[in-house]
């Protein structure tokens, strides 16, 4: 444990966590006041933020507990926005940190040589990155507190919840993270889309260039290591009218079964009858990193043999071009 308390750094880690459903013109507000102290600002759509306070802490003389009251009584009298702020050495800490908080806002600061003793008792579900099917998982083996997690092997763990999941879980528990917190301002969405040949009333049709649109924008993200947060699909009709509908992902994804999931329900919300289609557009909303977000385990074995054979299919894609492999029913819409 001592080892894992020297990679502990100082505590120096912002997150600030908003209010749930915070506009995201508020939300960029809300960033803007995290710039005015520290130049370094990782937004997290759609309601939270990272800042690292290392330069700011010499620049303003004071300590990151007062730097996070100041954020919030200026969040508060600018925007009306009560925010949480965890601080912490690391960004796991930081925001376990700022989910522990109670509502409607507060600051929380755990100092690098109280890391462990606080994460220890807490829930392991309270660690941050840790999701419910991980939480129950380890709850089934007895491991339900933070400072169980961390006492128990790597290896154990591993077999668990799987390896990569495993071993940050552990090293998280006993304070190790060592990811740094990366400028990045509010991400950009990305859109694909398919133009009818001549207008269409065929559902099998539209569901068919639908999915094609589900793999083309899911090997988009996973070729640019990114994950959506939402989706939105836009319907033209002939005549020029337009229908369009944006609904939020359970988890950020960039898998065609969670894309194409959330796609369906798009299409089956427009309630298309005699709707004469001209063309359909699909589009990833709040783009984000893949390593910036937890991966859920999904302890499903189909679901985890379907996302191996869509990593093969990607590097068939690559290798011999887009339209080398994919579903049958994408297929048949194009013969």
Do not use: N
Not at 59 to 86: I, N, P
Not at 160 to 187: E, H, M, Q, S, Y
Not at 233 to 239: D, I, M, N, P, V
Request: net charge positive; aromatic share 2%.
């Amino acid at each position: 444990m001592a080892a894992a308390e020297a990679q502990v750094r100082v505590a120096s880690v912002m997150h600030v966590r908003c209010p749930d459903r915070l506009p995201e013109d508020v939300f960029r507000q809300v960033l803007e006041q995290c710039a005015e102290l520290s130049s370094t600002v990782q937004a997290l759509p759609p309601a939270a933020a990272l800042v690292e306070l290392k330069g700011a802490l010499l620049y303003h003389g004071a300590d990151a507990r007062h730097l996070g009251e100041v954020l919030r009584v200026r969040t508060l009298s600018r925007l009306g926005v009560d925010v949480r702020v965890g601080i912490g050495p690391t960004i796991t800490v930081a925001a376990t940190a700022s989910a522990q908080i109670d509502a409607p806002g507060g600051v929380l600061a755990v100092e690098r040589e109280e890391v462990l003793d606080w994460l220890g008792p807490l829930p392991v579900e309270a660690l941050h990155g840790i999701g419910p099917k991980q939480a129950a998982a380890l709850r089934e083996y007895g491991v339900h507190c933070v400072d169980l997690l961390a006492t128990i092997p790597a290896a154990t763990v591993q077999r668990l919840l799987g390896g990569t999941a495993g071993r940050i879980a552990v090293d998280r528990a006993r304070g190790i993270d060592p990811r740094p917190v990366a400028p990045r301002a509010l991400p950009a969405s990305t859109s694909v889309r398919h133009t009818f040949g001549r207008h269409t009333l065929d559902g099998a049709q539209v569901r068919g260039a639908l999915l094609e649109l589900v793999v083309r924008l899911g090997l988009r993200l996973r070729d640019r290591g990114q994950v959506a947060r939402g989706l939105t699909l836009a319907l033209r009709f002939s005549g020029g009218t337009s229908w369009e509908k944006t609904r939020r992902l359970p988890e950020a994804s960039a898998h065609e079964d969670d894309l194409r999931t959330m796609a369906y329900r798009l299409i089956d919300a427009a309630g298309l009858q005699r709707g004469r289609l001209t063309g359909l557009v699909l589009r990833g909303e709040d783009l984000v990193d893949a390593d910036q977000v937890a991966e859920q385990i999904s302890l499903d074995r189909a679901r985890e043999d379907r996302l191996v054979a869509e990593a093969v299919s990607d590097r068939i894609r690559r290798k011999f071009g887009p339209g080398a492999i994919g579903p049958a029913a994408a297929f048949r819409r194009a013969s």
